[in-house]
């Protein structure tokens, strides 16, 4: 029986950025994704994360010229080509590349645009929790990825939902419009027990959802929290639902007899106010 041909990979070398040339054969042509400036921004601060394919430029007689042309990694360029302009990279610093002979530049460029795998948004939301985790601040991994805070938050809360509903997003049983919803609330055994309800049901809309979770408590534009305070209410442990989604109009007062309770004080407070005036 015949030995199974062994694959070689193509080598791997430092190229001069002034020695590379955008390929024609490169097939993305609609923009995309990342900007330009974005992704600049991320190779400044944690250097090139994936080389460039290129392939050696020849002369009319097939010799190598010494240039080297770029058909998969075109943004990667452009990027490298924009700190280059902007003075923040030499422009013979060495880039790191896997160097082609062989088979069609076209195939390359489109290979490597269709062959990966976007990246799920629930490991985007456990990533950004690893990161909080290790000790950056929400305003910190904002700045590193391009996005506000607020955004960072909402990602964070998403993350921070029951497992049982992250493995039905992940399993796509559930939408991120209904994760979203369940997390109006931190309560995972309530998230768990309206997720039960609502699969037996027909109706899984995110309002539903968020009607559910909220049943019993008070919202915040209730005259009650606004005679007592929010702000006294959480002060004596109350514990208030915000929705990081939607407008909630100051979200939900989750504790009714506390909620009860500070506003008989703040009654005989005031009467007792009333009494020493006669």
């Known amino acids: 029986m015949a030995a199974t041909q062994k694959i070689v990979l193509n080598p791997s070398r430092d190229i001069p950025f002034n020695k590379l040339v955008l390929s024609q054969a490169n097939v993305r042509r609609v923009k995309a994704g990342v900007s330009i400036e974005a992704l600049a921004e991320s ?3 944690r250097s090139l994360l994936q080389s460039l394919s290129v392939r050696p430029v020849l002369d009319a007689d097939g010799n190598e010229t010494g240039m080297f042309e770029v058909p998969a990694g075109g943004r990667r360029f452009r990027a490298l080509e924009l700190l280059v302009r902007q003075k923040r990279l030499a422009k013979t610093a060495p880039i790191p590349c896997i160097v082609k002979t ?7 460029s489109l290979a490597e645009n269709t062959d990966r795998e976007a990246l799920h948004p629930l490991d985007q939301f456990r990533a950004f929790q690893t990161l909080r985790a290790k000790g950056q601040g929400e305003e910190e991994i904002a700045a590193a990825f391009g996005v506000t805070a607020a955004v960072v938050r909402q990602r ?14 992940a399993e ?16 995972h055994a309530r998230q768990e ?18 009607r559910m979770l909220t049943e019993g408590a008070v919202r915040a534009s209730d005259r009650r929290p606004r005679f007592v305070g ?4 959480e002060a004596t442990g109350g514990i208030v639902m915000r929705d990081l989604f939607q407008d909630d109009e100051g979200g939900w007062l989750q504790d009714p007899a506390l909620l009860d309770r500070l506003v008989a004080e703040r009654l005989a407070h005031e009467a007792d106010a009333i009494r020493a005036e006669g």
């Open 43 to 45: 190779i400044a601060r």
């Open 193 to 210: 027990q309206v997720w039960a309800t609502i699969q037996r049901g027909w109706n899984k809309e995110p309002h539903t959802i968020r």
């Open 156 to 169: 964070l809360k998403l993350a921070a939902a029951s497992p049982a509903l992250l493995d039905a997003y």
């Open 230 to 233: 929010i702000d006294a209410y």
């Open 102 to 108: 062989d088979g069609l530049a076209e195939e390359d």
């Open 172 to 187: 796509a049983a559930m939408t991120l419009d209904q994760l979203m919803a369940f997390c109006v609330s931190d309560d």
